[in-house]
């Protein structure tokens, strides 16, 4: 079965240090998701791409955060300059309509940030 | 702000409980999505429901969309130890929102042998 997968599983940076999160989306999937979850606390929505531009994102989605999709099966999440605060794990999903439409997003394994 | 109150935030429950948990908003959703997060892991999808009143069983979890669509439970018939782990709701809204799911913070649900 398809599944969303990311890469790495763990990233651990120094404080002000630029990362970059990596996903392969289901390959089907039109709509593209970052959320993130701060141990302990809710899955947070971050930012929607769709049709290689940001539909939607969140307060939290401030000018240190971008996306991309750099070719046809990858979707990126950069953080410009770190804060410790960004340390949190952080999912990539797919869908292949919108959610509102009724579909489902599928997430992927996460992967683990953590800033020094 | 739209927010989805899950309850219990805890349950402990013997093997062959049954048991329900809840998931309510003031909002209305176009969708609901039930997810099964393990620790460290990514939420893993248990069930999406659309219409006002929809019933979607999977073995032996039964899912209920809210007639009015803003609330969901889910209830598990005969607890067993492997269905330990975090419960999570999130919906989906139409209109200008509908690009993202709105999380519920989870019920973590122990069932003991």
């Known amino acids: 079965e398809p599944e969303v997968t990311q890469t790495p599983s763990h990233q651990v940076t120094q404080m002000g240090q630029e990362v970059i999160l990596r996903c392969v989306p289901i390959?089907?999937?039109?709509?593209f998701y970052w959320y993130r979850q701060i141990l302990g606390q809710k899955v947070e929505f971050l930012v929607s791409f769709y049709n290689n531009e940001i539909s939607e994102k969140s307060e939290i989605f401030d000018d240190q955060f971008s996306v991309e999709r750099p070719d046809g099966s990858n979707f990126t999440l950069k953080i410009r300059s770190t804060k410790l605060e960004d340390s949190a794990m952080y999912f990539c999903?797919?869908?292949?309509?919108?959610?509102?439409?009724?579909?489902?997003?599928?997430f992927g394994p996460g992967t683990r940030l953590t800033v020094l | 702000t739209q927010l989805l109150e899950q309850s219990p935030q805890f349950l402990s429950i013997q093997e062959g409980e049954n048991l329900t948990v809840y998931c309510n908003s003031s909002?209305?959703?176009?969708?609901l999505q039930w997810y099964r997060q393990e620790p460290g892991e990514g939420p893993v999808l248990l069930v999406t429901v659309v219409t006002g009143g929809e019933v979607k069983k999977l073995k032996r979890l039964t899912f209920q969309f809210g007639d009015a669509r803003k609330d969901s439970s889910l209830h598990i018939t005969a607890a067993q130890p492997g269905d330990t782990g975090l419960y999570l709701c999130a919906g989906a809204r139409g209109g200008g929102s509908n690009y993202k799911l709105t999380f519920g913070k989870g019920t973590l649900l122990t069932v003991n042998p």
């Open positions: 999903a797919s869908s292949r309509i919108l959610a509102g439409g009724g579909d489902t997003q599928y």
């Open positions: 909002s209305v959703f176009s969708s």
């Open positions: 390959s089907n999937h039109l709509y």
